[in-house]
């Protein structure tokens, strides 16, 4: 069973449009995380939510959305996608916010061309 | 700011040698330091949690040390094998909102 799952693991797409990734966990955790790992391996935190309710928006440009219809779930909307967009992003959850572990899902690598 | 710092950001040892991963992080307000383990393409395994209150934990042939006054972490691992080349990152979590603050990773290369 995977715990935390994203889809597409792969996702190449011109510069201009717009996609989506999707998460999913099936911890039953109330908290959900996106990382960015650029070309350098960096990994940085974009966005958390904490029972459907935004919690951390890292300055993040705000063509991206991140939507959460329910407490497994929390997509990633990205539109007009530039080149610089270009990276691996993942997904993670906690239990909660009170210091839990995370748990990653496996990574989407998106490429924009 | 919360910075998280790895050295070295690569090392190379024979088989069999013992690895020290250093980490260092900036705030001492964190609620627990994470270890994962990355290998290329591929997601992020959690190694090592050590909560705040906690000095140590250990996993096998993995033990993580956490010294909050001094502001670091090292992660050890004995007898180290080829297997465990991979690149290792150290994540600072932090009281608030519990996001994690992550250092560039130590690649490591186990010489058969």
């Known amino acids: 069973d995977t715990a935390v799952s994203q889809t597409p693991k792969y996702l190449v797409t011109q510069m201009g449009n717009d996609k989506s990734i999707k998460c999913e966990q099936n911890?039953?955790?109330?908290?959900m995380y996106w990382y960015k790992q650029d070309s350098k391996k960096f990994l940085k935190i974009m966005f958390s939510?904490?029972?459907?309710?935004?919690?951390i928006n890292e300055t993040v440009p705000n063509r991206f959305s991140p939507k959460s219809p329910d407490k497994a779930h929390l997509n990633l909307h990205i539109n007009s996608l530039e080149l610089g967009d270009s990276a691996v992003y993942f997904c993670?959850?906690?239990?909660?916010?009170?210091?839990?572990?995370?748990?990653f899902g496996p990574g989407t690598r998106l490429t924009v061309t | 700011k919360q910075e998280v710092t790895q050295i070295p950001a690569a090392l190379s040892v024979p088989e069999g040698e013992n690895l020290v991963l250093n980490c260092s992080f900036t705030?001492?307000?964190?609620?627990?330091l994470q270890w994962f383990r990355q290998d290329p393409g591929k997601g992020l395994t959690s190694l090592l949690l050590?909560?705040?209150?906690?000095r140590e934990q250990t996993s096998g042939r993995l033990n993580a040390s956490l010294d909050k006054s001094s502001g670091r972490s090292t992660l050890y691992i004995a007898a180290s094998q080829p297997g465990d080349s991979a690149t290792y990152l150290c994540?600072?979590?932090?009281?608030?909102?519990?996001?994690?603050?992550f250092g560039k990773g130590n690649q490591v290369v186990v010489i058969p």
């Open positions: 993670a959850s906690s239990q909660d916010m009170a210091g839990r572990e995370q748990y």
């Open positions: 911890l039953g955790h109330d908290t």
């Open positions: 939510y904490n029972n459907k309710e935004l919690i």
């Open positions: 705030d001492s307000a964190i609620y627990n």
């Open positions: 050590i909560q705040s209150s906690q």
């Open positions: 994540a600072a979590s932090y009281y608030g909102n519990n996001r994690l603050a």
